[in-house]
T-cell receptor, first 111, second 114 residues
Framework: DAKTTQPNSMESNEEEPVHLPCNHS???????IHWYRQLPSQGPEYVIH???SNVNNRMASLAIAEDRKSSTLILHRATLRDAAVYYCILRDVWGAQKLVFGQGTRLTINP | KAGVTQTPRYLIKTRGQQVTLSCSPISGHRSVSWYQQTPGQGLQFLFE???????NKGNFPGRFSGRQFSNSRSEMNVSTLELGDSALYLCASTIGTANTGELFFGEGSRLTVL
């Protein structure tokens, strides 16, 4: 499974945008980029995923570099509830039905 | 729509015992996978079942096993418990027909081995 690299931690202020980076230089053409987050004392929850084009949903936006070697998860207006560990994961569309988690980025939101 | 339900939420066992954890997926979901989360190793994939068949298995010893029933409910079993098996065990379900689908996780079963 191709690997991803994320900063260990980031900090932001409430109601400000947050940009969470992810590097995946060995991504293959059939890898989708997925983001999950894990709030304290909960299981991971799906945030967003994409292949080549930028994606938006009610939770966040995903900006994918043209060469697909990096991506950025964007939280447009962070709230205290967004404090969590965010995982950037590559999933091969033809691969096993599983997620390979890295260490993720621990996001702290200051009030 | 009910989410993924895991039971029990907390349990304490002693070394050498065995444990069975249960997972009820979201209605209509046929794929159930299990993950182990520890502070040292993070989240690691254990195995995945689809239509009562194990499709994928992670790198864990044979003491870890699982099964899936015809109603898609799943159980995992750990035999001869070791201290290092103390972890949060998470179950996730998905419809299972596409490998890009969203996985829905339960809140986990926290196992403590003394």
């Amino acid at each position: 499974d191709a690997k991803t690299t994320q900063p260990n931690s980031m900090e932001s202020n409430e109601e400000e945008p947050v940009h969470l980076p992810c590097n995946h230089s060995t991504i293959s053409g059939t890898d989708y980029i997925h983001w999950y987050r894990q709030l304290p004392s909960q299981g991971p929850e799906y945030v967003i995923h994409g292949l080549t084009s930028n994606v938006n949903n009610r939770m966040a936006s995903l900006a994918i570099a043209e060469d697909r070697k990096s991506s950025t998860l964007i939280l447009h207006r962070a709230t205290l509830r967004d404090a969590a560990v965010y995982y950037c994961i590559l999933r091969d569309v033809w691969g096993a039905q599983k997620l390979v988690f890295g260490q993720g980025t621990r996001l702290t939101i200051n009030p | 729509k009910a989410g993924v339900t895991q039971t029990p939420r907390y349990l304490i066992k002693t070394r050498g015992q065995q444990v069975t954890l249960s997972c009820s997926p979201i209605s209509g979901h046929r794929s159930v996978s299990w993950y182990q989360q520890t502070p040292g190793q993070g989240l690691q994939f254990l195995f995945e079942y689809f239509s009562e068949t194990q499709r994928n298995k992670g790198n864990f010893p044979g003491r870890f096993s699982g099964r899936q029933f015809s109603n898609s409910r799943s159980e995992m079993n750990v035999s001869t418990l070791e201290l290092g098996d103390s972890a949060l065990y998470l179950c996730a379900s998905t419809i299972g027909t596409a490998n890009t689908g969203e996985l829905f996780f339960g809140e986990g079963s926290r196992l403590t081995v003394l």
